[in-house]
Each structure stands twice: as structure tokens, then as C-alpha cells.
């Protein structure tokens, strides 16, 4: 079983859409969860760290549900600037990082 | 640009020849990581440094493989007789020493093994 684990898609969506991708990790002694975003060919770039309270910024919403070891990220008012992969990571007690294989997005007009 | 850089970020090279990367961090962070990708895979940790010291090493880390952080800045990673399953792109990351170890990525270098 992968460590991380998630939707490769694609997840195809009109702009204007909401989009919701969903992870799930193995280790329950992970301590730190990421969404990185990776535009094809480019280095991933950290969207948003994941706390258990939830957190939001803009029109990405992310929930991390420790219980499950479940992360999830919301994407509302899709626009086409939004297609890209999206990375699930998890970082446990060592200072590596795990990463998913990535949920791809395409945005059509 | 503040941003982790790398060096080269392409290189082609034939099997057995020896090559080298160099990744810059960003100045004040302490922390660097070497990721491998492949194609429709997520990064794959390598190894990783807090100042000059390799702290953790990968099992995908062949003895081919070696990496060095000499001064606490830049690092390098050599693979020695590359074969061509090495074909991947090669990214660094580095991080503060302190908070969530939010990493930040290089551009990579894309490695192409013939």
C-alpha cells in the first residue's frame, strides 16, 4: 500500500466549477500536511499547509481529518489558470517529505 | 531571484559517464533536500542535509549515488556510471530549520540518460 495515496484523475471541469480532491495517508504518525500544486514540467509549489482546524485561503479550502487519515482540498470558481497536478504530502516525524502521485485538473472554457 | 536555484537544468549524457548537480538554497534556510521525480509519479525522497551534515539518506539512494553540503550553502549530487533508469528529474528543496518544514522547490534538473 503507497504511503500516500490519492485520485490520479484527470478531473476534467468547466470554469466556474467546484472541485473537491481527496487523500488518504498510512502513517498515523504523520505530523504535517501540504497541498503542493505542479504545472506540467515545473517543480512543484507549495498551495497551503493543512492544520486540523481547516483553513481557507481564497477559493482553496483544505480539511485534514486525522481520524480517517484523511486530507481533502476544495477548489471553488475554477478558473482555467488552475490546471495543473495537485499534490497530496505528508511529512511524519523524520523531516522528509511523502508525496502523492498527484491529482491532475483540466479547466475547460 | 531569492528562490532554491539548480545547475544545470537540463543534461544529457551517455550511459556510464559520471554527472554532477548543484542546487543553491535559498540563504536562510537550513534544511536542503534532494527529490528524484519520474513521469506520472509524485518526488521521491533522496536525501537531505541540516547545515552540512546528511542527516537521512534514501534506500533509492544506490552507492552510486553522493551527495555533499561541504559548506552549509550550495550542495551537490553526483551519480557515478549513470544507467538509464537514472533518467528523471533531479529537484532540491530547502526549508527553514524551524516551523512546519514547509519546502521549497528549484526548478530541477532533468536528467536524460542515453
Known amino acids: 500500500r503507497k504511503e500516500v495515496e490519492q485520485d490520479p484523475g484527470p478531473f476534467n471541469v468547466p470554469e466556474g466549477a467546484t472541485v473537491a480532491f481527496n487523500c488518504t495517508y498510512s502513517?498515523?504518525?504523520?505530523?504535517?500536511f501540504f497541498w503542493y500544486r505542479q504545472d506540467c514540467r515545473k517543480e512543484p509549489k507549495l498551495l497551503m499547509s493543512?492544520?486540523?482546524s481547516g483553513n481557507e485561503d481564497g477559493r482553496f479550502t483544505a480539511q485534514l481529518n486525522r481520524a480517517s487519515q484523511y486530507i481533502s482540498l476544495l477548489i471553488r470558481d475554477s478558473k482555467l489558470s488552475d490546471s495543473a497536478t495537485y499534490l497530496c504530502?505528508?511529512?511524519?516525524?523524520?523531516?522528509?517529505?511523502?508525496f502523492g502521485t498527484g491529482t491532475r485538473l483540466q479547466v475547460f472554457p | 531571484d531569492t528562490g532554491v536555484s539548480q545547475d544545470p537544468r537540463h543534461k544529457i549524457t551517455k550511459r556510464g559517464q559520471n554527472v554532477t548537480f548543484r542546487c543553491d538554497p535559498i540563504?536562510?534556510?537550513?534544511?536542503l533536500y534532494w527529490y528524484r521525480q519520474t513521469l506520472g509519479q509524485g518526488p521521491e525522497f533522496l536525501t537531505y542535509?541540516?547545515?552540512?551534515?546528511?542527516?537521512?539518506k534514501s534506500r533509492l539512494l544506490s552507492d552510486r549515488f553522493s551527495a555533499e553540503r561541504p559548506k552549509g550553502s550550495f550542495s551537490t549530487l553526483e551519480i557515478q556510471r549513470t544507467e538509464q533508469g537514472d533518467s528523471a528529474m533531479y529537484l532540491c528543496?530547502?526549508?527553514?530549520?524551524?516551523?512546519?518544514?514547509?519546502?521549497?522547490f528549484g526548478p530541477g534538473t532533468r536528467l536524460t540518460v542515453l
Open positions: 528543496a530547502s526549508s527553514p530549520s524551524r516551523g512546519p518544514n514547509e519546502q521549497f
Open positions: 502513517n498515523s504518525a504523520s505530523q504535517s
Open positions: 493543512v492544520y486540523s
Open positions: 504530502v505528508v511529512n511524519d516525524y523524520t523531516d522528509k517529505l511523502i
Open positions: 540563504s536562510e534556510h537550513n534544511r
Open positions: 542535509f541540516q547545515n552540512e551534515a546528511q542527516l537521512e
